[in-house]
């Protein structure tokens, strides 16, 4: 789960680490006294979890409150990669001498969390480690004792620290790491860390990604999500404890276990058809679960057919079935839909599926042709 | 005749007497596996499976009472890396993590712990290993195997159980079938996997089923290339899955250039396994590969 | 470096630890006035550092606060195993249901911080381990990791507590723990740690000792230093940065390196002598760090000779004979002083010390024969 | 030759711009050792030893600079655990901690990491260690030595230098002599240089100066038993220590009916081992053993 800015500089100032917070505005007027209030030239900047708000226009200088109140009112409204800006952060503008990078990040490959520094910051670091590989540090730390000092040393001499900013360097290293650790981030970035014009190190934008199977321990983190940021649909199917991601296809798919429901997204494909979403249900695949995850899937008006693909295993086809048919009862808009069960009782299944006349196949293949097949208006083969 | 699970294994299940556990111990013990005891704290003394399990407080009774020499993991993800570490803690050298959920700085240091400890994590979000015949510990479906000469080793769950019944449909049995689990931090890879089906006389084929994201594929594909002479066939899912949903930022600097299903397949392509397009193809390239 | 009682369970205290705390009294009237602020009966305990009190007559119950005045009279004053007790704690006296032992060391020789627990409280751990050695749980913990949940239960378990028990425990045992890190100790106990009549642990005693090394980052606990129960001459020689032990004989020793120190007593012993110290006085020997220790040596009455035992090394031999001759020339008492300096400039050192009249020797075993002989108004061989 | 320092050893020195680091650096490298490279945080691109040796910031950049093989810490107690940490993290593989004073649960965690990475710590509050003609690592005085064939090793400072002065001045010269440091919690115990010394084929003997406390010297005697067939002799310090002045309460259950300067000799004796009642006797003990 992503932060937005605000947020994350308000987590990252609860450790310490010096940051230019401001204020946010979902109305031009308030941006104009958020302004007033911090006096002097402000940004205002458009809050949205996508990348590149600053290319699209959604980062502005406002030199006096009424600017502020202009800017906010162009970019209030704005649509950033599909995204609507509704919040700007207005902060005081930093007269700046140079901007590093500073991010931690959990790397998996590594099985590791390292350090990731550079002192050419304000670009992407992607960007730099591309062009500049040299330029970028990038620091595993020990897995058990996590942020040593001569860690910190380390990172503050790559970077070419003056001698008088490696103290201050100090803290915000070490805070920008208990902030990491101390809500289960997967990445916590610092970019820019500016060196103002006055010689203090200061924290201009900040960026945090949570884990989402952390966010178990930090309600108050959780509290955060920015619903306005994310598909209805997605957010309907997480409060289901339904796994589910939205796309652009005709056919809706609905699979237990993740790996088998991206092997059924390639299958619909293979055969000619566009996935319209990714959807795990889970274990189980209880009657209500089923009900819910067919409403998500039918809300998507592009569906034209669904495709149900459960492995039976543990759980019982027949049960899983029933389910279904339940649950179809229920819905109030009809597409054709294609259900494979196997596994225990998947001749029962089938029985119940066809009493209920419902497309039913034998293999995976055959299923994702019949819901392409359907989605086209065809009869089944 | 098999890796990990056979019939020596004397399997301990933490959380048996929860729903999962006890549900799983049962299709565990139906299944053959040797179950010799449960732990679930508080209920120590009490039995479960119809009084044939003992059950004991700690891990550390249950290894002393039993000679328990694997562990099964059902309890919940906010007390499950603890449950690892007792595990190892207590002795045991094969800990199998059934749960999902588990906040990965928790399992990076789990991880970390049990690898200096010596001691075989799989999982977690895992199902778990089979070998057919002997036994199954996990949750993969017993009734779906085929005593057989091919290894089976998958990131996922039910896309496992797919191409294992697929092969078992086609006549082709495995040695043992293992689930590594999804999670981005994982106490098993694919590549130690591999290593054993490779050093198992009896696995005369390798069946491996990955998905996108990581580069775990990519680096099992360099060593299939460098070590592996037996013949091979691979699913990866996901080609049809978006991008960057799940990837953190300065974290693409790391696996840039990695994690798509197709750089998977092209890496696994080029080490000399076959790629199926559908799980159903799996058996057919595998009896083109010359498997009996 | 030890803690009293009353110190070592405000530190409990303030990790959570219920701690029958109770107030300290320096005089009988004091005692009466906390054993009312208290009410009901309360127990009188002398807040000395050695063990044993309760035999030596230390820790009585009294009924009320006249007879908590008595009781502390007895006790204030009086003298358990050489130290005078200046210090009683008043506590609640508590009805006692059940007395366990816990208690966290930094075990050396396995290098491991270990949990040590019985369900036989009350008693002397090591009495416990010697009589009944199954009665006593050592669980070493994970060196980086610390404490984790699994201890707490398997320790729980093993003291065969009531689930009700549990959750308390839990938080007593983490308690300790944090305890016991955050003060850099070498041992942090309580015992017992009992059940009250009305079904609470509590604990009724409690002892922390200190790593010295760790002192320096705990001034708050340095502070907590009990000067009443130090050799005046051993707190002389710590404020003089010098290793000291003093002991029953009459040959005073001034050694370089504490194994040097050991050996110098050691033939000190074999050549029929008895050391009356141990004395480390570090690298570099100068000569005020000389003459303190000289002085500190001397304040012993017993002392009749002095043997200065210094491995040149590093320091040149005739820089430390010069400082020996300076510092003596400051000394109020003179005994004979065996000099032996070896390694090098050992020569020079030689003419320095015959010069000023010491007695010199080359070998260790000369120097504390000659030291003996000395002792004994003997002249040298 | 020699165990942990010879002519191939490429010295590093962390804190040799202080006044101890640059006094021994100095007497390090007019014995012979070859000190490459210094490291103070600050003074990067500095030189010391009159402009002979290059001052770095940090220890990787030494290493990379200098291709450093061994390092000796002189940095103040409490930078000391982060020091070793930060060689043992660069890749330094041979560790020397001259510092006195560091907490020992700070030593505790430095412990088990280094165990963990296979780096070889010595120390911390050791002299270091010497190989006559070769190289000399920390504070022990070049001039009390002499080539030869006797190993020793011994947890004291002084106590060493007495030792090695009486061996010399009889003509028994060292192949390595090795302090290991009066710590509670040393990275290096007893056996493992007896190991080292007992493989070496020029160590023809070995001393080991032991002293009250823990007990290292009794599992050394364990040691000696077992496998050491190489003549030796020792001397226990602290046989007239007054007992349980720095002991713990609860610890004494584990160390119970140890750590008496008698039960050391004892332990040492029945392993074979000649015990010497003052350090002047070792060098006839080595000669009565058959020592040349």
Redesign the interface.
């Known amino acids: 789960m992503k932060l937005q800015e605000y947020r994350s500089k308000e987590i990252l100032a609860s450790h310490g680490v010096p940051v230019s917070v401001g204020e946010v505005a979902t109305t031009p007027a308030q941006a104009r006294a958020a302004a007033d209030r911090i006096g002097g030239p402000v940004v205002v900047k458009a809050q949205v979890l996508v990348?590149g708000r600053g290319k699209a226009g959604g980062v502005k200088l406002a030199a006096d409150p009424a600017e502020a109140e202009a800017r906010a009112a162009e970019i209030l409204g704005m649509t950033i990669k599909d995204v609507t800006v509704r919040t700007v952060l207005i902060a005081p503008a930093a007269e700046i001498a140079h901007e590093y990078y500073l991010?931690i990040?959990?790397?998996?490959?590594?099985?590791?969390?390292?350090v990731?520094a550079s002192a050419e910051g304000g670009v992407?670091?992607?960007e730099t480690?591309?062009t500049n590989p040299d330029a970028?540090l990038?620091l595993p730390l020990?897995?058990?004792?996590g942020l040593?000092?001569?860690n910190v040393?380390?990172v503050a001499?790559f970077l070419g620290l003056s001698?008088d900013l490696?103290g201050q360097f100090g803290s915000i290293l070490r805070g920008l790491a208990e902030a990491f650790?101390s809500s289960?981030a997967?990445?916590a970035?610092i970019n820019p860390l500016v060196v103002t014009a006055g010689g203090e190190l200061l924290a201009l934008d900040a960026?945090i990604?949570l884990?989402d199977?952390?966010l178990?321990?930090h309600p108050d983190l959780e509290a955060m999500r920015d619903a306005n940021e994310e598909e209805p649909s997605e957010i309907a199917a997480r409060e289901a404890g339904i796994n589910f991601?939205k796309?652009d296809g005709s056919i809706g798919c609905m699979?237990?276990?993740?790996?088998?429901a991206?092997?059924t997204?390639?299958?619909?494909?293979?055969a000619g058809g566009e996935?319209a979403n990714?959807l795990d249900i889970g274990g189980g695949a209880k009657a209500d679960r089923v009900a819910a995850a067919f409403r998500i899937i039918l809300d998507d008006p592009n569906v034209r057919a669904i495709l149900v693909n459960i492995?039976?295993?543990?759980t019982r086809g027949d049960e899983v079935a029933r389910g279904i048919v339940e649950a179809r009862a229920t819905l109030q808009r009809q597409v054709p839909m294609v259900v494979r069960i196997?596994?225990?009782n998947a001749a029962e299944a089938a029985q119940i599926l066809e009493a209920a006349n419902l497309i039913t196949a034998a293999?995976?293949?055959e299923a994702a042709a019949r819901a392409v097949a359907a989605a086209r208006g065809e009869a089944p083969a | 005749m098999s890796i990990l699970v056979d019939r020596e294994t004397r399997l301990l299940v933490q959380g048996i007497t929860g729903r999962e556990g006890e549900?799983?111990s049962r299709?565990m013990a139906e299944y053959g596996t040797q179950v010799v005891a449960g732990v679930t704290p508080g209920k120590g003394g009490q039995t479960a499976l119809d009084g044939r399990v003992p059950v004991f407080d700690t891990v550390d009774e249950a290894v002393r009472g039993t000679g328990a020499n694997a562990s099964c993991i059902f309890v919940p993800?906010?007390a499950a890396a603890d449950a690892i570490l007792e595990a190892a803690d207590a002795g045991i050298g094969l800990v199998f993590c059934i749960t999902e959920?588990?906040?990965?700085?928790d399992m990076?240091?789990v991880?970390?712990?049990l690898r200096q400890a010596g001691v075989r994590l799989i999982g977690p979000n895992c199902p778990g290993a089979t070998s057919p015949g002997q036994a199954k510990v996990g949750?993969?479906?017993g009734?779906?195997h085929r005593e057989g000469a091919v290894g089976l080793v998958?990131?996922?769950?039910?896309?496992?159980?797919?191409v294992v019944?697929a092969m078992s449909d086609a006549g082709l049995g495995q040695t043992t079938c293992v689930g590594i689990g999804?999670d981005?931090?994982v106490g098993t890879s694919f590549i130690d996997v591999l290593d054993m089906f490779n050093q198992d006389p009896e696995t005369e084929a390798i069946v491996m089923?990955g998905?996108?994201g990581?580069?775990e594929e990519e680096r099992a594909a360099a060593f299939c290339a460098r070590e592996v002479r037996k013949p091979m066939a691979a699913?990866i899912?996901?080609?049809?899955?978006?991008p960057g949903?799940r990837m953190?930022?300065?974290?693409?600097?790391?696996?840039?250039g990695g994690g798509t299903?197709e750089s998977k397949r092209a890496a696994l392509q080029a080490a000399g396994v076959s790629i199926a397009?559908?799980?159903?193809q799996i058996p057919s390239l595998l009896r083109a590969a010359g498997v009996r």
Chains 1, 3 share one sequence.
């Open positions: 990348g991010g990040v959990l790397d998996r490959a590594s099985r590791a969390v390292a990731i992407e670091i992607e480690a591309r970028v990038r020990h897995p058990l004792l040593l000092e001569h040393r380390r001499f001698p490696r650790a289960d997967d990445l970035e960026k990604v884990d199977s952390g178990y321990r991601i796309l699979v237990n276990g993740a790996g088998l991206m092997a997204m390639d299958l619909v494909k293979l996935p990714f492995f039976g295993g543990i196997v596994g225990t293999s995976l293949d | 549900f799983h299709a993800a906010p959920g588990i906040p990965a700085l990076l240091r991880y970390w712990v949750i993969i479906p009734s779906i998958s990131r996922s769950g039910t896309l496992t159980y797919e019944q999804g981005p931090i089923i998905e996108i990581g580069d699913f899912a996901g080609r049809t899955a978006p949903r953190g930022h300065a974290g693409a600097i790391i696996s840039a299903a397009d559908s799980p159903s």
